[in-house]
């Protein structure tokens, strides 16, 4: 028993210590295996710097559980009231509060529904093939020559189908601006709040880590529209131009290269995060110490 075992010349401290390391040396070291197995057979996260963050994440947010363990334990009541606690801990820290700020985020920064996104694009759909209609009678009015053989390559037809298409376009920036804008404040009242819950700290840098969080998305975006208008650059001209395409052009045509972010950076973001959380397991650290500093013997 416990008060056997500290009649010997050994702390209670160091029993649990002792205990609580050797377990969570299992599950860290089953979570960090698992994950670490799990990176090489999908080809690993890109660099290095990314599979230590994963791993310094995951043995932070475990040992900050095993350390609320310990610090609950050191209170002395019964092994129900303990287990009781600590449910309601997770409950709360996992799943209560994550909620809670989604759900906030979600009705204080409502993003536009997707039926009216696309209901949006199917009116600028029509809409631009109403005036492509008008463009196209125009064009066959001042070229009767052509009303009788006209094929979805003429020449000239190209233009009016990229006016089109350009319509569409415009409508569909300006709703992706609005949902853009409504996602920004969502993120940010979520990152102002991530303190609350150390499972959203942890969460935040873990998909940092894995190459998936919003930064990186954002990244994604830039450099994907960058390309789109350099695409534009490239055909547009000669589509209102009339010109027709040959093989000799092939090589001059713009090819998209992703860009990622530097591990420097990707650090940077999850030092906040990092920071906090450490501070919380050195936190209940400290306080399960002292709560088991005051256990004798004969408790």
């Known amino acids: 028993t416990l008060a056997l075992t500290l009649s010997q010349p050994v702390s209670a401290r160091d029993v649990v210590g002792a205990k609580l390391a050797f377990r969570a040396l299992l599950v860290v070291g089953l979570a960090a295996g698992v994950s670490l197995l799990g ?38 009541r019964s092994s129900a009231w303990n287990a009781t606690v600590l449910v309601g801990a997770w409950l709360v820290l996992v799943v209560v509060l994550p909620a809670a700020v989604n759900i906030a985020a979600g009705m204080l920064h409502p993003l536009p529904s997707r039926v009216q996104m696309i209901t949006a694009q199917r009116e600028a759909s029509n809409e631009a093939v109403s005036r492509r209609s008008e463009l196209l009678a125009r064009y066959l009015e001042d070229h009767p020559e052509m009303a009788s053989g006209v094929v979805a390559d ?14 569409v376009n415009t409508r569909l920036e300006e709703v992706s601006a609005v949902h853009d804008a409504s996602r920004a404040d969502q993120l940010a009242l ?17 998909i940092d880590a894995a190459g998936t ?18 695409w534009r650059q490239f055909f547009v001209p000669a589509i209102l131009a009339s010109e027709q395409m040959t093989a000799d052009v ?14 420097a950076e990707v ?33």
């Open 154 to 167: 003429e020449p000239g037809l190209g233009a009016l189908a990229w006016a089109a298409t350009d319509a």
């Open 190 to 206: 979520v990152r102002r709040y991530r303190f609350l819950s150390p499972a959203l700290l942890a969460q935040e840098v873990l």
């Open 250 to 263: 092939l090589p001059d045509v713009p090819a998209f290269r992703f860009v990622d972010e530097e591990p």
């Open 213 to 230: 969080g919003d930064a990186r998305f954002a990244r994604v975006q830039l450099q994907v529209r960058a390309f789109a208008e350099e």
């Open 39 to 76: 990176i090489l057979a999908t080809g690993g996260f890109g660099s290095a710097g990314r599979v230590v963050l994963w791993c310094a994440t995951v043995v932070l947010y475990a040992l900050f559980w095993f350390a609320l363990a310990a610090w609950v334990n050191s209170l002395r």
């Open 267 to 299: 650090a940077g973001r999850a030092a906040v995060p990092l920071t906090v959380l450490g501070g919380l397991v050195v936190l209940v650290i400290a306080g399960a110490g002292a709560g088991l500093g005051r256990v004798r013997g004969a408790d």
